[in-house]
């Protein structure tokens, strides 16, 4: 199993965090354990998760409010044992930054086949989408890493 996950979008304050909160959480209903972590190609440094965001997940009992926006660095691609993206261009960055790390770097969607739009100054509808895609492509993730 992978211990060190690293979700990575645009700004680090919606999908990103989204997917490591919940990652962790869902892995750790299985009873195994894992250190997920988040960043962003163009992070919002040091900005709390955004507030729709941060609204929905807390409605599931999830708590946003300890996030801060982290910058994508080659340190951060180098700690993960898998790195998770939200579209192909967030791929194309972390290769760019790290050619090594092509082996370990997946669209979250992978298995569902789906990118995770941003739904950022969009309104709560694309937040919700977002997060439902999120949910859909972290299901097959948990269930091959809780193996």
């Not at 955004?50 to 951060?76: P, Y």
């Not at 669209?107 to 977002?130: C, N, S, V």
Request: charge should be positive; include cysteine.
């Amino acid at each position: 199993m992978f211990n060190r996950i690293l979700t990575v979008c645009t700004g680090n304050i919606c999908r990103s965090p989204a997917a490591e909160f919940l990652l962790r959480q869902r892995i750790e209903k299985t009873g195994k354990r894992v250190e997920a972590r988040s960043a962003g190609i163009g992070a919002l440094i040091d900005h709390p998760a955004e507030d729709a965001t941060s609204t929905m997940l807390r409605a599931r009992g999830v708590d946003l409010s300890s996030h801060r926006a982290r910058q994508l660095t080659r340190e951060r691609l180098r700690w993960a044992e898998l790195v998770l993206v939200m579209e192909k261009h967030h791929r194309d960055a972390v290769l760019a930054m790290d050619p090594t790390a092509r082996g370990k770097t997946f669209l979250l969607g992978h298995w569902t086949r789906k990118e995770i739009p941003d739904p950022y100054q969009r309104g709560d509808a694309a937040h919700a989408e977002a997060l439902q895609l999120i949910d859909e492509a972290l299901e097959p993730w948990v269930s091959k890493l809780a193996d």
